[in-house]
């Protein structure tokens, strides 16, 4: 069926690309909470994985088992995974912020094998579907280019969301606290910023848009109780290469990821993961503080 | 006395064997009569205690965080097992050399990788070197056997003399031998002036440099002998269980190995000893209480232990024995509260 035509052919390369743009979109969204924990607040946060899944569970319960509408589910897979998120924070994760790293480490794997256990007892092991519209099945071609209908919903979404957060983070007053409370905690606070408050709201608000990056990746990542473990890499090297110093890094990192993956996987099958893993690596010794990292200013 | 006599008095008198390594081992070895039905689960503790001991050696005494260790014990695991099955070394213990080799050149080229960047850089590149492998190890079914994993190694005698048995018990004494050579050179690697200077570098790279410490060079070297160790624990795992599966690479291997290692307390040898033990019997523990969900509760192990402070920990965990020892030698303790480490 794949012809060496049909491989190397335009739209076999558009269609790729758009897939691509599509899978980048979603991990940026996954993961972009991670970038402020990670690279903002300097915390090792392994277990980012599980709050998308539980947002991603959560949906798939108010879709599949109560006969919710999909975009009804979509906020409260946000809110829930959110509501975790501060929960969490406020009882455990606030204690280890000034610890080592190797602390946080464990502390996070722990909860992510807490996690995956728990799920796994509650639902089962297998990998979940969600139900979706009709709407959002299938796909239409544009100039012969195959465009999926879900892959562009989700394009729309997480770049509206993108802009959404770049527009916060520059333009509010919460933004230029947080921005002020990353640069330097302390100096924030002695102007006046309640800077456990930011972190806490920022943290959940991380938390919140895994869990809705969950509940839309069921579709094309595949939902299992071991999402967390399954894609903590990805999540990692999307903010490692990314850097931190602003949210564009991430972005173009999870787009180049996601391209990258896609047609790594369409192109040397073979391979596998091998590309990104490579990739990864490479770039980390090139930049030790990442492909966008502010290693240039400081 | 000036001051590097006395430097080298407390380092001489550190380095001493004291009563209760004695003991120790010579307990270990008991067990090894005590218990002749319970070899298997006794000699698998010991290769997760060599395996903790390799970790030990970069994390305890370099401050070398590592989240990708199995990747070591996974090349020895399959560089011994393709040795025995393709009739290449038949010997188990020069093949568990030739294996630990194996690891050991892997770790000397990744170990320049790894003494770049900080902490964060390491956990991620160490992570994606375990990962590599394992996607390699997948992409190469036709040597690795793919997910089936190896098949049909048969084991030679060891020195030619003693066969495997089907309880274990030859496979015990073997992996207590070997754990029990490698503890002794671990022992002397990290009492000699070598050694103390990676804790120097471990407290504070910058100020060892500065003392003149070739720091990179001394990293590279504790590494490359980390990976060593963890190739032998691999080897070790498939000379005794005779397979060798993909889940050698596994990121959950290197992450228990991570408990083991907190549970025992790093940066005193005994550490992953000590852990391997309490670690498997946890594991057997849960895994009798809900079979399917035993995850769950080592990840609460861990939790716990990091919420509650691995420090506090220690001292609450010896201080019963350091009280005991403290009663009847009438000196002071003498199994010391590991250092902070990372």
């Known amino acids: 069926m794949f012809t060496k035509v049909h491989l190397l052919s335009m739209t076999a390369i558009l269609t790729n690309l758009f897939d691509g743009v599509a899978y980048g979109m979603l991990l940026f969204v996954l993961a972009c909470g991670l970038a402020v924990t990670l690279g903002l607040m300097n915390f090792v946060n392994l277990a980012h994985g599980a709050f998308a899944m539980a947002g991603g569970y959560v949906c798939m319960v108010l879709v599949n088992r109560m006969g919710w509408p999909f975009f009804a589910a979509l906020p409260l897979a946000f809110v829930s995974a959110a509501a975790i998120g501060i929960a969490l924070e406020r009882t455990l ?54 465009i999926g209908r879900y892959r562009l919903m989700i394009i729309v979404i997480c770049g509206l969301l993108t802009i959404g957060l770049q527009m916060v983070l520059a333009k509010t007053r919460f933004g230029s606290r947080l921005r002020a409370a990353v640069d330097d905690p302390r100096a924030a606070s002695g102007l006046g910023i309640n800077v456990p408050q930011v972190f806490a709201f920022t943290f959940a608000f991380g938390c919140g848009l895994a869990g809705l990056g969950g509940a839309l ?82 | 006395m000036n001051a590097s006599s006395d430097v080298g008095y407390h380092a001489q008198r550190q380095s001493r064997w004291h009563y209760g390594e004695v003991a120790f081992w010579l307990i270990v070895l008991a067990c090894g009569f005590a218990f002749p039905t319970r070899y298997l689960i006794m000699t698998d503790i010991l290769r997760l205690a060599l395996f903790a001991m390799s970790l030990d050696l970069i994390l305890g005494y370099a401050g070398i965080v590592s989240l990708g260790h199995a990747a070591f014990f996974g090349v020895g695991a399959y560089a011994a097992g393709l040795l025995a099955l393709h009739g ?34 390491r956990l991620m590149v160490t992570l994606g070197i375990a990962l590599l492998l394992e996607a390699l190890a997948e992409r190469f079914s036709n040597i690795t056997g793919g997910t089936d994993g190896l098949q049909g190694i048969e084991m030679q005698p060891i020195f030619g003399q003693i066969p495997f048995d089907m309880f274990g018990k030859a496979g015990f004494f073997y992996s207590l031998a070997v754990l029990f050579l490698l503890f002794l050179l671990a022992r002397r690697v990290v009492h000699s002036p070598f050694g103390l200077s990676l804790r120097a570098i471990k407290n504070n790279p910058l100020r060892a440099a500065a003392i003149g410490i070739p720091v990179n060079r001394r990293l590279i070297a504790i ?10 624990a691999g080897a070790l795992f498939t000379q005794t269980t005779a397979i060798a599966s993909l889940d050698v690479f596994a990121f959950e291997r290197s992450a228990d190995l991570m408990l083991v290692l907190v549970i025992g307390g790093t940066g005193y040898l005994y550490g992953g000893l000590i852990g391997a033990v309490i670690f498997r019997m946890l594991q057997e523990l849960f895994s009798t209480i809900t079979p399917q969900y035993w995850q769950f509760w080592i990840g609460l192990v861990l939790v716990v232990i990091v919420l509650v402070g691995r420090q506090r920990l220690h001292r609450w965990v010896l201080y019963v024995p350091n009280l005991v020892i403290k009663q009847v030698a009438g000196r002071r303790a003498i199994v010391a509260v590991p250092e902070s480490d990372a």
């Not at chain 1, 979706?132 to 071609?141: E, K, R, T």
């Not at chain 2, 050149?105 to 900080?118: E, K, M, P, Y």
């Open chain 2, 223 to 232: 590494y490359t002998l980390a990976a060593f160790y963890a190739g032998i």
């Open chain 1, 217 to 298: 990746s069921a579709e094309i990542l595949g939902l299992d109780p071991y999402f967390p473990l399954k894609f903590m890499i990805y999540f990692l090297i999307v903010v490692t290469v990314g850097g931190s110093s602003s949210i564009t890094g991430p972005f173009l990192a999870s787009l180049l990821l996601g391209i990258g993956d896609v047609a790594g996987k369409y192109y040397v099958p073979k391979m596998g993961p091998f590309v990104i893993y490579t990739m990864m690596i490479v770039i980390l010794i090139w930049r030790p503080n990442g492909l966008f990292g502010r290693t240039a200013a400081r």
């Open chain 1, 93 to 146: 994760y606030r204690h280890l912020y000034t610890r080592s790293h190797l602390d946080q480490v464990l502390f996070t794997i722990g909860l992510t094998f807490m996690s995956v256990a728990a799920v796994d007892y509650i639902q089962g092991s297998s990998r979940v579907f969600i139900n979706l519209p009709a709407a959002l099945q299938g796909q239409f071609d544009v100039f012969g280019v195959g």
């Open chain 2, 88 to 121: 290449i070394i038949n010997e188990p213990v020069l093949a568990l050399v030739v294996a630990g080799l194996a690891a050991m050149v892997l770790g000397f080229a990744t170990s320049f990788l790894v003494i770049r960047g900080v902490d964060l850089t």
